[in-house]
């Protein structure tokens, strides 16, 4: 499914920016797909404790593989246009929202709480092996063939996903619905407000998804206007970030690492993204981000873990909702780093954009180091229905 994704993504950052031409273009599509976040994803954490995270998941991935095969039609017809690429990208960006908290909802449920940061880790050196290889694949698709052979692709991996999620075995935690939706919604809100190790999650994740992650769908600007490359170079690029989680994530696969670990890996990640948006040569820019696909894997894989391990168990997946919606601010700051970006470049926006966020991040670590070792979270009593 993964591989898919990744394929789909360089091949529509690159098609819509070769009919545009725009900074603000990319930034409009990654908005629709990624504007379908904040209002979704609060109420997929009751959903999936009413209704199953596995079959929550089997109908997103079935409307991903159903829109793959409607752009990969229209592309080989010859039907595709500007309008058509940003319902493609809308509709993938609705099957996101429900995925963000499903996958790390079946992972706990799969492994338990105990093994939750290997378990975490594992899955996101399943994962990060698909920007290697994804990004890669679709860049020498892209640049060699054309991209409805890109889409085709895409559309033969996620249509074969259904099938892999339809066997998906996991054993869901016992939760009970105390009251309507909206009424677990605002537990969870409440929960996240009371819990102090939480808000810091919060807070780190608002941070990187407003001034950090943008740079993902800019890409193709900083491919051509900096470093005069190709869709090629664009796919390379990204592989670099997932060669180096690769790396990263054997850290904590081995169970290492808490809150310092996660802000100081934070800081130094995105520090390596401002560095790398300054970057006029193809080689330095690999390097860097290279360097910060190790220092995100461990940094993210950290910050999910200890939103569940700090998390009332039922708390979890409404936390993890919440955590989704957080990471749902990045279309509209990227709208506001394209205007920039179209007015001043792409480099002096996405490096101040990634000073501001490394510097309360680095804030946060010294703070966190200082106070020394984190006690473990507290886990407060369950409640039990009445017999």
Not at 69 to 86: D, E, K, N, P
Not at 106 to 118: A, E, I, K
Not at 282 to 308: D, E, K, M, R, Y
Not at 309 to 329: E, F, K, Q, T, V
């Amino acid at each position: 499914m993964q591989l898919g994704q990744w394929i789909q993504r360089v091949a529509l950052l690159w098609v819509v920016y070769d009919i545009t031409g725009s900074a603000l273009a990319l930034a409009g599509v990654n908005f629709v797909a990624d504007i379908f976040v904040p209002p979704l994803s609060p109420f997929v954490g009751p959903m999936a404790d009413r209704l199953g995270a596995r079959r929550l998941l089997m109908v997103s991935v079935s409307g991903q593989a159903t829109t793959a095969v409607g752009i990969a039609a229209a592309v080989f017809t010859g039907h595709h246009s500007l309008t058509l690429l940003y319902a493609v990208s809308a509709g993938f960006g609705i099957g996101q929202a429900v995925n963000n908290t499903v996958r790390n909802v079946l992972v706990y449920d799969t492994v338990g709480r105990d093994l939750l940061r290997n378990g975490l880790a594992l899955n996101g050196l399943t994962g990060n092996t698909m920007p290697v290889i994804g990004p890669s694949v679709g860049g020498v698709i892209v640049g060699l063939r054309g991209a409805d052979l890109a889409f085709a692709v895409q559309a033969v991996l996620l249509v074969s996903a259904v099938g892999l999620v339809a066997a998906l075995k996991s054993q869901p935690s016992a939760t009970t619905a105390r009251g309507g939706v909206l009424t677990e919604l605002a537990e969870g809100f409440r929960h996240v407000q009371q819990n102090s190790a939480l808000r810091i999650s919060f807070i780190i994740t608002i941070l990187t998804s407003a001034l950090v992650y943008p740079y993902i769908g800019f890409m193709p600007v900083f491919v051509r206007e900096n470093m005069g490359g190709s869709a090629i170079e664009q796919g390379w690029l990204f592989s670099g970030v997932g060669i180096g989680s690769l790396i990263g994530l054997w850290y904590v696969a081995a169970g290492r690492g808490g809150e310092r670990s996660m802000l100081w890996s934070g800081a130094a990640y995105m520090a390596l993204v401002g560095l790398f948006a300054q970057m006029s040569a193809f080689a330095p820019a690999l390097v860097c981000l290279v360097l910060a696909g190790v220092v995100h894997s461990v940094f993210s894989t950290l910050n999910q873990a200890l939103i569940q391990l700090n998390a009332d168990p039922a708390h979890r997946a409404r936390a993890l909702g919440l955590y989704s919606m957080a990471g749902g601010i990045q279309p509209f700051a990227a709208l506001l780093l394209g205007k920039f970006m179209k007015m001043y470049g792409p480099s002096g926006p996405m490096g101040i954009a990634c000073a501001i966020a490394a510097a309360v991040t680095l804030l946060l670590a010294i703070r966190a180091t200082r106070r020394g070792p984190a006690r473990p979270a507290r886990r407060p009593p369950s409640r039990r229905p009445p017999a």
